[in-house]
């Protein structure tokens, strides 16, 4: 996934959180809702730290392309 998919993924998931955000702030939330809250915002955590990556393999003179999403539950790097 290179930078302009990354970023495409990343406004998909903060149009979703606002309209979350939005049902909740009204007193519309179900559970699903909040969990959908949880899973956006590990996702999200994923997409900038990918973001994060390419940028620093590039400035090193590396391929950027080498950079890998890490786990989201335990924020560790793939095997």
């Known amino acids: 996934m290179d930078e ?21 702030s009204q007193g519309g939330g179900s559970e699903e809702d909040r969990a959908r809250l949880d899973s956006i915002g590990a996702t999200l955590d994923q997409c900038w ?22 786990d989201q539950a335990f924020g560790s790097y793939p095997e």
Not at 4 to 24: G, K, M, P, S, Y
Not at 51 to 58: C, E, G, I, N, V
């Open 49 to 70: 730290d990918l973001l994060r990556q390419r940028r620093a393999l590039r400035e090193a003179g590396r391929d950027p392309d080498a950079a890998q999403a890490r």
């Open 4 to 24: 302009t998919q990354i970023h495409a993924r990343i406004e998909q998931l903060v149009a979703q959180e606002h309209e979350l955000w939005d049902r909740e």
